[in-house]
């Protein structure tokens, strides 16, 4: 065996270029081969390589184990347990700022960039061989914390839990979204192909990376693919994900403490910076400033930002032109609402992942009446599992029924806020983003005012609510579009026929 993967490694070392070799295949190690099963088993240091190799490597080195071997082999991937991805931490904090703390984090919020003070006067260690950095892991969207402990094979070395944690605390990753369990369709592939672009090529791809999209369509999970596919190819890199908020709170932190200087060493410093909802630095002066510098200095440096918005860099307002002309300058890219099918596979990965059988009439039940996004469909999936359960009925159709009672009549017949806007958006070829921006041009503003009078129309939404949906728009704007379209419709044959075709798409 050791001789088959010694010609293995080397024959993957020609065909792969020499940061790949070292990144995915040089870290495998091979553990056995079962001859009567004719599989061979090969560890990887941790999850995302693990998964990483399996989903790009494994037909390449079965075939060439068969050659090997003179029979089919199957290649199994298992977590090397001493370098694997760390348990959920309990949000931990250095003691003195310099050693691995095992006190509880306290509850005031300290500075969010690390090696800063905190309230108590102490200061808060950060670097390679610091168990905790002042930081919190948190639950919110803004921080997601290491979801979930790896199954550990054997009992990993303590200082490797505690570097493997360090590393997850301090980039604020969270483990379980990864390229491997993001589902793939129309709505998010160019997205993905992108996002992996810049995994394999951080910095001198697209540079920076911006994602934009409605709520719920997988921004925050394809940006945390981004940097755990970092992170598992170079133990050592300094990643952090931000949420634009607790940017702006990193900010406000700095000036209280009149510490701009460690602000810059520590975001000027970084090989990657993922920065969510940027949206929320609207009217931010200060921050913009900051980000600006760190942008500045991040690119000049070829490290890689990626940025996510709920609009397109022109779209977003309250933010200087500088900055959106640069977060023009790399790549941008939009994640649609998926389709049926998509909708369906999510759920199916959705249940394996929590090791449940959904039958497939199921998933397409639910991906049926829950259109608009995928954080919508798992709670649903979730009420789901959990009410079979509960009740002790197997998990069918009229489970759902029972299950989703709520969620399906408020969606008023299954119709959607975003889903009205997404039909209309694609109907008049326009980015579903246009639904909530400000942009004003006739092109964009009638199919709008189109959207808001059906969204009126279908469901049971109230006009501020409708106002919210669409942008934080006033609910009097909202009632000028139903006056204005209703009346228009009376008069305007060809409006009336397309709102005709509207309303039987929707009404499916
Ligand atoms: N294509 C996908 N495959 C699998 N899961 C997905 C996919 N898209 C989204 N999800 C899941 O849906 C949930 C919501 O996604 P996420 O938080 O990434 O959305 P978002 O676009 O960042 O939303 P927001 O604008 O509210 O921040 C997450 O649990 C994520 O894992």
Redesign the pocket.
């Known amino acids: 065996m050791e001789d088959f993967w010694q010609t293995c490694a080397r024959t993957l070392e020609q065909e792969l270029t020499p940061q790949q070799y070292s990144a995915w295949i040089r870290p495998l190690v091979p553990l056995a081969f079962d001859e009567s099963l004719a599989v061979l088993r090969v560890a990887a240091p941790n999850r995302f390589k693990l998964d990483w190799v399996r989903s790009n490597f494994s037909g390449r080195i079965e075939s060439l184990a068969t050659q090997w071997f003179h029979r089919p082999v199957q290649v199994k991937f298992e977590l090397d347990a001493p370098r694997m991805a760390p348990p959920r931490p309990a949000p931990a904090q250095s003691s003195n700022g310099l050693g691995h703390g095992a006190a509880p984090a306290p509850q005031a919020p300290l500075a969010d960039f690390p090696a800063g003070r905190g309230p108590d006067g102490h200061a808060y260690g950060y670097g390679p061989g610091h168990g905790g950095n002042g930081v919190h892991a948190s639950n919110g969207?803004g921080a997601p914390a290491p979801q979930r402990p790896a199954p550990a094979a054997r009992p990993a070395p303590k200082s490797d839990l505690n570097e493997a944690t360090g590393i997850y605390e301090r980039s604020r990753l969270n483990v379980?979204?990864i390229f491997d369990?993001?589902?793939?369709?129309k709505?998010?592939q160019l997205a993905?192909a992108a996002a992996l672009q810049v995994a394999e090529n951080p910095g001198t791809s697209y540079n920076p990376l911006f994602l934009y999209?409605?709520?719920?369509?997988?921004?925050?999970?394809?940006?945390?693919a981004i940097g755990n596919a970092m992170v598992a190819a170079k133990d050592n890199a300094r990643v952090r994900y931000i949420h634009a908020e607790q940017f702006v709170s990193d900010v406000v932190k700095a000036y209280q403490r009149k510490a701009f200087d460690e602000f810059k060493r520590y975001y000027h410093s970084l090989d990657l910076l993922l920065i969510?909802?940027i949206q929320f630095f609207s009217g931010k002066n200060r921050t913009q400033e900051e980000f600006f510098y760190a942008f500045e200095a991040l690119v000049a440096l070829r490290k890689q930002i990626i940025i996510?918005s709920?609009t397109y860099p022109k779209e977003l307002s309250g933010i200087e032109d500088r900055l959106i002309s640069r977060f023009d300058s790399g790549l941008t890219c939009a994640?649609e609402p998926?389709e049926l099918e998509?909708r369906v596979?999510?759920l199916l990965?959705?249940a394996e992942t929590e090791d449940v059988h959904l039958p497939e009439e199921v998933a397409f039940f639910i991906a049926k009446h829950l259109r608009s996004?995928?954080?919508e469909?798992?709670g649903a999936l979730r009420k789901v599992l959990a009410y079979a359960k509960f009740h002790g009925r197997p998990i069918a159709v009229d489970v759902c029924k029972d299950a989703l009672k709520d969620l399906l009549s408020v969606s008023n017949g299954q119709i959607t806020v975003e889903n009205i806007q997404k039909t209309v958006a694609d109907f008049y070829k326009i980015k579903v983003a246009d639904m909530y921006s400000k942009r004003r041009p006739a092109n964009i503003a009638l199919p709008r005012q189109i959207a808001m009078y059906l969204a009126k129309e279908l469901t049971q939404k109230s006009l501020p609510e409708i106002g919210e949906l669409f942008g934080g728009r006033d609910h009097t704007t909202v009632l000028h579009a139903v006056r204005k379209i209703s009346e228009s419709r009376s008069k305007q044959a060809e409006l009336n026929h397309s709102l005709h075709v509207l309303e039987q798409t929707l009404k499916g």
């Open positions: 969207h379980d979204l369990n993001f589902v793939t369709g709505a998010n993905r999209g409605g709520v719920g369509l997988g921004k925050t999970h394809l940006i945390h969510d909802d996510t709920d994640i998926p998509m596979a999510i990965k959705k996004n995928v954080r469909l798992e």
